[in-house]
Nanobody, 118 residues
């Protein structure tokens, strides 16, 4: 059974930093990409960052230069380093695994709350 477990969320002041982790287990298939998404109250879930094959990265314009996604393939863990946090970064952050096989669904973690106070 595939499980994605996020950790590292919390309350931080504007300008501060947090590091999110996503530990993946039960994955027996090839992964196209791992990613972080977020959903703020009353808004749709949006892409924050993705990492393909543990190397190539992609970021939402709103976080470029502030957030960094990385992966430890040996530990099946993906990280999101968030610096210079802003109140508008407040959201529940979700980890996502996108399988290579098109007939497999995406997998999601339960999310971790990030709250940035002004």
């Amino acid at each position: 059974q595939v499980q994605l477990v996020e950790s590292g969320g919390g309350l931080v002041q504007a300008g501060g930093s947090l590091r999110l982790s996503c530990a993946a287990s039960g994955i027996t298939f090839s992964i196209n990409a791992m990613g972080w998404y977020r959903q703020a109250p009353g808004k749709q879930r949006e892409l924050v960052a993705t990492i393909f094959s543990g190397r190539t990265t992609n970021y939402a314009d709103s976080v470029k230069g502030r957030f960094t996604i990385s992966a430890d393939n040996a530990k099946n863990t993906v990280f999101l380093q968030m610096n210079s946090l802003k109140p508008e970064d407040t959201a529940v952050y979700y980890c996502n695994a996108d399988p290579m096989a098109p007939w497999l669904p995406d997998y999601w973690g339960r999310g971790t709350q990030v709250t940035v106070s002004s």
